[in-house]
């Protein structure tokens, strides 16, 4: 079926796939990168002779928010090659350096400052680009942006160097790039898409490039120029060997008064090693990986919602190449892999062909239970083998068409995953996407127990919401034997430089499972259709004002309705490096069902019509404080009372940079539920972090996150929950980062709760950890 779908797809493809050119272009902005012996020293002096005989450029357009006009202050770069890196010197002017904007801060944390660095399409081909940035502390930011699904990661980490200096002029970055940090072919002479970028905040964040940029061209990677020579560049003994030592004692105790804790100490030794075969083929390989998450998940207040959290991944060995495993659908979402003894990652470009494969195991099963209504996660206590491979072959510039394979089987479970995607970008305004995937699914015979509220939880059995130990995850885990389904998404764009305009249908079936991705609807098609127009004022206090709208509508495989969405919004963008939107949604969806032995829409559900208006903001109004706000008010349903709510939601934040090296980061969020007869709940979550940055490589933070809930019992018709619950997580952590790889950390958290039984805050939780991993580079 996916091949008759795809083939004709396919071939039409083809035949126009030399229409256009989605590379970059040498008529955009071309420089031809010697080659030169001798490396230097990274200090932000440029004081070796190597840098006389460097190719030179300037950065002489802004293209945000002027539309390439002159730059506002002159940027020279001055790059080279040896055989094994590349480097780059910028000498960044100012007519003010006392208004240069700049903190020491951890990695990949310092957007909003000043910033310079360069953007690397290594194979030319407008589908993947490394960026590299640098401040004027000389802290590090990288990131990998996907032409193929319009994101842009910071997670991915690199090892590579950078020193900065303040001048009485401005100030001047170093870089060297180890060419064992890029995936590129081997060739004799090289040719890479590549922008040299300043970014310059002041009144306005002004972005200063290397060459102008067309508004009226969906396609970022396509305009980016040439970098040329690169003669004889190799990755070398590209070999990276990081053994790990993580040292930990945990503490846990029951919450109940007089209760005794138990204790553990665990001594976890582990291997990381990473290979770079050829310039374009990585193999990575982990034994008993350090898979500890050292610092805490941003807080998230989990009340009144029917699906499960979303938390992304964090870990150096599953973010390596992460990108070539991507598609438009979230397929692989590592973090389902919990603790593993082992793991083994084969990335791969050869011409047009692009190849992944990910093995591991994992000492737990853990995946989610998608629904309609709601999404749960299960544990199968049990070993699993994980496995993903992707391909993607590149049909001229404008094409690709890909493959993905997940497999996740454990003890009478399995789930294996099958994908066929395709990406057309005809012009430079239209975008096409479609991909088709089928799922083989299988769990064990008693797993919907684990979802079951009481002892009498049949799913055979009818049930009111006032009795039912039954949810929608029950019934969709009590299955027996092997079940399968389908899962298509259709999407169309056409943007041009003032407006756009979209399209897309998704269609997942009852039985579709993807455990190694995040997939937390089934049963379920959703339509939705939307544009704007976007208008670029020259003078005042704003620079780009953009009018967007869109209407959905949802409905369960049997054609019932889930819920029909319109909404309008504007955003504006301006002076303060400002951004402010405002928007109002109006729409009509189920609440919970009234039989939960049945996953009927009709006659099983109540249909609610909700408005809510919502406002956010965000401002940076000196180099010292950034504020945000948002803000929602309207109908919400309450779902635990299957009754439309009055919801106010207030979230404000600052992060305050008390000195260049101090920096505070407050956030709270302020959440209440009125109903018919009184308040339902008040809900507040507090994040406090706090970081001292010795210098470039030692820190110490400190961090709270406070949850405290109140509810009023009296007004929950089918439960009885506490009436007030506190929750409180402590963490202080000590850092010593040489690098992403050679690290130091040495710390301690807690967690403390407080409920109706144990009114007072009692510690439940508490750890001391050591953490010391080194990469060496052969």
Not at 583 to 593: F, M
Not at 641 to 647: C, I, M, R
């Amino acid at each position: 079926m996916i091949k008759k779908c795809f083939l004709p797809l396919a071939l039409l493809f083809s035949a126009f796939s030399s229409s256009a050119s989605h590379a970059g272009q040498t008529s955009q902005f071309n420089i031809h990168i010697p080659t030169l012996e001798g490396a230097i020293q990274v200090d932000g002096e440029f004081n070796e002779p190597q840098w006389q005989q460097a190719a030179t450029t300037n950065l002489q357009f802004e293209t945000r928010p002027g539309e390439n006009i002159a730059a506002p202050v002159q940027t020279e770069v001055k790059v080279y090659a040896t055989e094994s890196s590349l480097f780059l010197a910028f000498s960044a002017q100012d007519p003010n350096p006392e208004h240069i904007r700049a903190n020491l801060s951890d990695r990949d944390s310092v957007w909003g400052d000043d910033l310079v660095g360069i953007k690397l399409d290594t194979f030319n081909d407008a589908r993947l680009a490394y960026q590299f940035f640098v401040n004027a502390y000389g802290v590090q930011m990288d990131s990998i942006e996907n032409e193929l699904t319009g994101s842009e990661s910071d997670a991915w980490d690199g090892i590579w160097y950078s020193a900065a200096k303040r001048t009485d002029t401005g100030y001047q970055v170093e870089i060297e790039l180890p060419l064992r940090l890029l995936n590129f072919a081997p060739k004799s002479e090289q040719k890479w898409g590549v922008e040299f970028i300043r970014f310059y905040p002041r009144n306005e964040e002004h972005r200063i490039s290397s060459h102008q940029i067309d508004r009226d061209n969906n396609c970022q990677l396509c305009q980016l120029g040439v970098a040329t020579g690169l003669a004889n560049i190799q990755q070398g003994n590209d070999l990276q060997i990081t053994p790990s030592f993580v040292v930990n004692r945990n503490s846990r105790r029951p919450h109940k008064e007089n209760s005794d804790w138990d204790s553990e100490n665990n001594i976890e030794p582990s291997l990381d090693v990473r290979w770079g075969i050829t310039p374009s083929t990585l193999l990575s390989a982990t034994i008993n990986p350090d898979f500890s998450q050292v610092e805490a998940d941003a807080g998230q207040l989990d009340i009144n919602s029917t699906f499960a959290l979303f938390y992304p991944e964090k870990r150096a060995f599953f973010l390596d190449n992460k990108d070539y495993f991507d598609t438009q659908l979230n397929l692989l979402h590592t973090r389902n892999i919990v603790a593993p003894d082992y793991g083994l990652k084969l990335t791969s470009k050869v011409g047009d062909h692009t190849f992944a494969t990910l093995i591991t195991d994992d000492t737990n099963t853990n995946f989610l239970v998608p629904g309609n209504l709601s999404s749960d996660i299960a544990s199968i206590d049990n070993k699993s083998q994980n496995f993903a491979g992707r391909y993607r072959l590149d049909l001229g510039k404008p094409l690709s068409i890909g493959a993905l394979v997940t497999a996740k089987k454990s003890d009478d479970y399995h789930n294996y995953v099958t994908s066929l995607d395709a990406k057309y970008q005809p012009t430079e305004h239209d975008t096409f996407a479609a991909q088709y995937v089928l799922s083989d699914t299988e769990y064990p015979s008693d797993l919907y127990k684990a979802f079951c509220s009481n002892d009498d939880c049949l799913p055979q059995n009818n049930c009111d919401l006032d009795n039912c130990g039954i949810n929608e995850r029950v019934l969709r885990t009590n299955k027996q034997g092997a079940f399968g389904d389908d899962m298509y998404l259709l999407k169309y764009q056409h943007e041009t430089r003032s407006w756009d305009v979209f399209a897309q249908y998704l269609s997942v079936g009852e039985d579709f499972r993807a455990d190694l991705g995040f997939v937390e609807n089934v049963d379920f098609t959703k339509f939705v259709a939307g544009g704007g127009y976007t208008w670029y004022p020259q003078s005042g206090f704003f620079n780009q004002v953009e009018l967007r709208g869109d209407w959905d509508i949802s409905h369960n495989q049997a054609g019932e309705k889930l819920e029909q969405e319109a909404e309008a919004k504007m955003e504006f963008q301006g002076q303060w490096q400002s951004y402010t939107a405002f928007g109002l949604v109006n729409r009509d969806r189920v609440g919970r069902r009234h039989n939960g032995a049945s996953l009927a829409i009709d006659g099983n559900t109540q249909m609610f019509s909700e408005t809510m208006g919502w406002f956010y903001s965000n401002i940076k109004p000196s180099r010292t404080l950034f504020l945000e706000l948002d803000i929602n008010y309207g109908d919400d349903i309450d779902f635990a009372n299957d009754q439309l709510g009055t919801k106010v939601m207030f979230n404000p934040g600052i992060n305050w940079k008390v000195t260049d090296s101090i920096a505070l980061d407050l956030s709270h969020v302020y959440r209440t539920m009125d109903v018919d007869d009184g308040r339902l709940f008040t809900a507040n979550l507090s994040d406090l972090r706090l970081s001292w940055y010795i210098d470039i490589h030692n820190f110490i933070r400190i961090s709270s996150v406070y949850t405290d809930i109140e509810r009023d019992p009296s007004l929950y018709r089918y439960s009885t929950p506490n009436e007030h619950y506190q929750q409180l997580g402590n963490e202080i952590l000590y850092g010593y980062k040489l690098n992403p790889q050679s690290v130091f950390y040495l710390g301690y958290s807690d967690g403390i709760k407080a409920d109706d039984a144990i009114d007072s805050l009692m510690k439940t939780e508490e750890t001391y950890f050591m953490k010391v991993s080194y990469a060496w580079l052969l």
